[in-house]
């Protein structure tokens, strides 16, 4: 168990670009979640896949947010015209499906994502 | 859908002293709870989890927190706190399918020596 990996630790962008952040799951589990957490906040959910469907999105997934996870494994999260309001900590979670239907979320270390 | 509050924003306690904090949730079914704990520039690491059983429910590192339908909370304690202790703590509940995991605002332990 290597744990959740995410890539980069540190981004920092100017206004209007586009930005990619890699998360690797732990590699048995067949759930990915991706959060947002601002400066003093919980973890706000914007996404959710299970193998490489995705079957949640939150409100808070403007059009300018995609994310991917093409084959099941390693997912995507693609911020394209970034504002100054992007500017939080972007963390990826996994999960395996047991047979209660439930299992805890583990997080990797998070993108910290700047907008100047 | 379901939410969490976790009433107090900073806690400070001194090293060794116990510890308790507060978590409520709204949920219309079962809930599945759990508390999570982050250190300053790091993902978020479970100490503990519910999800059917005994409410009393033991975590890493000296945590415990007891499950209490009839107030709809699930406090995090801990006897005696050590200054490694001092961390931002969430609570957390989810759906009965595993697929809706909800945070509070966090709870942020100070702890002086």
């Known amino acids: 168990d290597t744990g959740v990996s995410q890539n980069p630790r540190h981004k920092i962008t100017k206004r209007g670009q586009n930005v990619t952040f890699r998360c690797d799951p732990i590699?048995?589990?067949?759930?990915l979640y991706w959060y947002r957490q601002t400066l003093g906040q919980g973890p706000e959910f914007l996404t959710y896949?299970?193998?490489?469907?995705?079957?949640?999105k939150s409100r808070l997934l403007s059009d300018r947010f995609s994310a991917e996870r093409p084959k099941g494994s390693f997912s995507t999260l693609e911020i394209q015209r970034t504002e100054q309001g992007d500017s939080a900590m972007y963390l990826c979670?996994?999960?395996?499906?047991?047979?209660?239907?439930?299992?805890?979320?583990?997080f990797g270390n998070g993108t910290r994502l700047t907008v100047t | 859908a379901q939410s969490v509050t976790q009433p107090d924003i900073h806690i400070t306690v001194s090293e060794g002293a116990s510890l308790e904090l507060r978590c409520n949730y709204s949920y219309g079914a079962t809930p599945y709870l759990f508390w999570y704990v982050q250190s300053p520039g790091q993902g978020l690491q479970l100490l503990l989890k519910?999800?059917?059983?005994?409410?009393l429910v033991q975590g890493i590192k000296g945590f415990e927190a007891e499950f209490k339908r009839s107030q709809s909370s699930f406090n995090l304690r801990k006897p005696s706190v050590h200054w490694s202790d001092a961390a931002e703590y969430f609570c957390a509940v989810g759906d009965n399918y595993g697929q809706n995991f909800v945070f509070g605002p966090g709870t942020r332990l100070s702890v002086l020596p």
């Open positions: 590699s048995e589990h067949n759930r």
């Open positions: 896949f299970q193998n490489e469907a995705q079957l949640e």
């Open positions: 519910y999800f059917s059983g005994d409410t």
């Open positions: 979670a996994s999960s395996s499906i047991p047979d209660d239907y439930n299992s805890p979320l583990h």
